[in-house]
T-cell receptor, first 113, second 112 residues
Framework: DAGVIQSPRHEVTEMGQEVTLRCKPI?????LFWYRQTMMRGLELLIY????????DSGMPEDRFSAKMPNASFSTLKIQPSEPRDSAVYFC???????????FGPGTRLLVL | QKEVEQDPGPLSVPEGAIVSLNCTYS??????FMWYRQYSRKGPELLMY??SSGNKEDGRFTAQVDKSSKYISLFIRDSQPSDSATYLC????????????WGAGTKLIIKP
């Protein structure tokens, strides 16, 4: 298995633009997580899905952020409109069970100018 | 107060030293404890996993849980420059409906 795949690896955009981050989880994993990591706040859970259904989105910072999982092999995290404070590394992770090992993707480095 | 506290470091030690990394937590319901290692510009990867109290050893790494003190530790023996990374603790209660709660991570630097 190739592991969790994320794209793009790097994204530079201007304030106000829409940003879409993509994730392909490990095949067979029922859980998918979106995290944001910054120096100031560390690793923050934004939202997680179980069998394509969003379970907890309490970590999503505001309405500008949305996430979807249309099928078991694909998820998106969208920011519209983007702001400079959204600059961070966004990780996608997947696991068999909620409490078991989470396998992280390489992350997307987002810079909003 | 955060549920999980972890000193962000950086912690710099000479090669060959014994390293001690620690997390404290406030929720006495936590039962599952994990240590993840994150190399620069990479995603975190699971290093050690323990349940409840006690010690677990894997090669040069030992994870220790003291539930009475709400304190977990990761020890690295004979530290190597390749151990230089950020180490994050994560934990959750017995209830399978809870997701992991993460520490902020400690940056470790092993000097050759």
């Amino acid at each position: 298995d190739a592991g969790v795949i994320q794209s793009p690896r790097h994204e530079v955009t201007e304030m106000g633009q829409e940003v879409t981050l993509r994730c392909k989880p490990i095949s067979g994993h029922d859980y998918l997580f979106w995290y944001r990591q910054t120096m100031m706040r560390g690793l923050e859970l934004l939202i997680y899905f179980n069998n394509n259904v969003p379970i907890d989105d309490s970590g999503m910072p505001e309405d500008r952020f949305s996430a979807k999982m249309p099928n078991a092999s694909f998820s998106t995290l969208k920011i519209q409109p983007s702001e400079p404070r959204d600059s961070a590394v966004y990780f996608c992770a997947s696991s068999f069970q909620l409490r078991e090992t989470q396998y992280f993707g390489p992350g997307t480095r987002l810079l909003v100018l | 107060q955060k549920e999980v506290e972890q000193d962000p470091g950086p912690l710099s030690v000479p090669e060959g030293a014994i390293v001690s990394l620690n997390c404290t937590y406030s929720n006495s319901a936590f039962q599952y404890f994990m240590w993840y290692r994150q190399y620069s510009r990479k995603g975190p990867e699971l290093l050690m996993y323990t349940y409840s109290s006690g010690n677990k050893e894997d090669g040069r790494f030992t994870a220790q849980v003291d539930k009475s003190s709400k304190y977990i530790s990761l020890f690295i023996r004979d530290s190597q420059p390749s151990d230089s990374a950020t180490y994050l603790c994560a934990m959750s209660p017995m209830d399978s409906n809870y997701q992991l709660i993460w520490g902020a991570g400690t940056k470790l630097i092993i000097k050759p």
